[in-house]
C-alpha cells in the first residue's frame, strides 16, 4: 500500500543553520504531497504542498520538490530559527478528492537553539 | 482565522467504558475526518464523513467505533469499549469541498487505564 517514510529524529540545530528533512513516499500513480507542522500543544498545520510532478511548495522560508523519479519530497530551509522548532510530517494523499485520506510518516521533531 | 475545536484536550478512562470525543468543525467545511496518533508513531487515518454518512474507513475503524454529526455543528467519535491499545492522541479535521483544505483541530489525548 501506499506509504512515507521520513528521517528520524530528532533533529538538533543552531539558529541559523541548514535544515533537510529526508521523506520518501511510495504510491501508486501520482499522488499530491503535503508537509504539515505540529507546534507544542497545537494542531496540525499544512506547512506547505506539491500536487505534480517537479513541482516546489514553499512557505515561510521552507521548501520542498516534488521529484517523481526518486519519489521524494524532501523538506528544506536555509537558515532556520528558535520558533521553527515543532513536528514536521510528510504526508500524501493518492487521489485529487475531498475526503481521501492523508498517510502520514512518523513525523521529525526539530529543535532549534539559539 | 476558523478554528477546528476538539474537547477535551485531554480524557482518562477506564478500559471497557464508552467515551466519546467532540469536534466543531469550521462551520463552511462538508468534509469531516477523524485521525489518531499512538505515541511516538504515525498519525492514522481513521474515518471521513460527508453528507451525513462515512466515506472512506481505515482497517482501525472496526466496530467499536462510531461516529456521529449529532447536530449542524458537532462531529463525535465514540469508542464503545475501549481498550489499553486506544490510548492516543485523536484528531479531528475539516475540509472544504476544494483540495486539499484540511484544517486539522489541537487533538484530544485519550489516555485508557
Known amino acids: 500500500g501506499d506509504s512515507v517514510t521520513q528521517m528520524e529524529g530528532p533533529v538538533t540545530l543552531s539558529e541559523e543553520a541548514f535544515l533537510t528533512i529526508n521523506c520518501t513516499y511510495t504510491a501508486t500513480g501520482y499522488p499530491s504531497l503535503f508537509w504539515y507542522v505540529q507546534y507544542p500543544g497545537e494542531g496540525l498545520q499544512l506547512l506547505l504542498k506539491?500536487?505534480?510532478?517537479?513541482d516546489k511548495g514553499s512557505n515561510k522560508g521552507f521548501e520542498a520538490t516534488y521529484r517523481k523519479e526518486t519519489t521524494s519530497f524532501h523538506l528544506e530551509k536555509g537558515s532556520v530559527q528558535v520558533s521553527d522548532s515543532a513536528v514536521y510530517f510528510c504526508a500524501l494523499r493518492a487521489l485529487h478528492q475531498a475526503g481521501t485520506a492523508l498517510i502520514f510518516g512518523k513525523g521529525t521533531t526539530l529543535s532549534v537553539s539559539s | 482565522e476558523p478554528e477546528v475545536t476538539q474537547t477535551p484536550s485531554h480524557q482518562v478512562t477506564q478500559m471497557g467504558q464508552e467515551v466519546i470525543l467532540r469536534c466543531v468543525p469550521i462551520?463552511?467545511?462538508?468534509?469531516f475526518y477523524w485521525y489518531r496518533q499512538i505515541l511516538g508513531q504515525k498519525v492514522e487515518f481513521l474515518v471521513s464523513f460527508y453528507n451525513n454518512e462515512i466515506s472512506e474507513k481505515s482497517e482501525i475503524f472496526d466496530d467499536q467505533f462510531s461516529v456521529e454529526r449529532p447536530d449542524g455543528s458537532n462531529f463525535t467519535l465514540k469508542i464503545r469499549s475501549t481498550k489499553l491499545e486506544d490510548s492516543a492522541m485523536y484528531f479531528c479535521?475539516?475540509?472544504?469541498?476544494?483540495?486539499?483544505?484540511?484544517?486539522f483541530g489541537s487533538g484530544t489525548r485519550l489516555t485508557v487505564v
Open positions: 506539491a500536487t505534480k510532478a517537479d
Open positions: 462551520s463552511n467545511h462538508l468534509y
Open positions: 479535521a475539516s475540509s472544504e469541498a476544494s483540495y486539499p483544505g484540511y484544517t
